[in-house]
């Protein structure tokens, strides 16, 4: 999973991409969890876009989506945010719910 800065974030918005985006915050117990989470998803998908950033550095991408906690995954579908996830089950729930995007 790379780490995506706004240009980047915004890229994939623009052109309309599917893609998931993941934010963190690196002292986040919870988040260290769902991260490896992401990294099982990541493996079983591999055709899945998938971009992370840490919530700190990412105010702007926060404010804009109304971000009401971490760990957060946003899903986009042809660059519209489609879904966001706060709570990661389990890797077999996540990966239900994303492999029709992949």
């Known amino acids: 999973m790379n780490d995506w800065n706004k240009h980047e974030f915004s890229e994939a918005v623009e052109a309309q991409k599917t893609f998931c985006f993941y934010l963190y915050t690196p002292l986040c117990g919870t988040c260290q969890v769902a991260s490896k989470m992401l990294g099982v998803i990541e493996t079983l ?3 899945l876009l998938l971009g992370k950033a840490n919530l700190n ?4 991408i926060a404010g804009a989506y109304k971000i009401e906690s971490v760990p957060c995954l946003l899903t986009f579908k042809e660059g519209k945010l489609i879904q966001k996830t706060y709570a990661f089950h389990s890797v077999t729930h996540l990966y239900e719910d994303l492999r029709k995007l992949a």
């Open 57 to 60: 550095y990412t105010k702007e």
């Open 45 to 47: 998908l591999p055709r």
